[in-house]
């Protein structure tokens, strides 16, 4: 199945998907093709619920978290750990709520 992956930026690329992929797949993919930091991803389906993709329930199904064929998935960065007194909190931007 063939997805694409829309970076903050605006950058699309497409990432392909077995049909027995779990959600640890689609984060796992992009780190490989795009030699990304995985501990730094942050993804969301973007389809009608707009759902953040939880590494932590890495056994669960793809469909179970909104992956189709076809399916956007936005891609957002943690920030950097620097040591800094700055904290940033990522919140959802109002798109993603529904």
Partial sequence: MRVVVEILTGSLFYIQLGNDATVADPERE???????PQDRLILFVDNYQSRLIDEDRDGTSRIDCGIHDGSHICLFFNPLEDGSSHHFVFTSPDLFLG
């Fill in 30 to 36: 992009i780190c490989d093709q795009q030699k990304l």
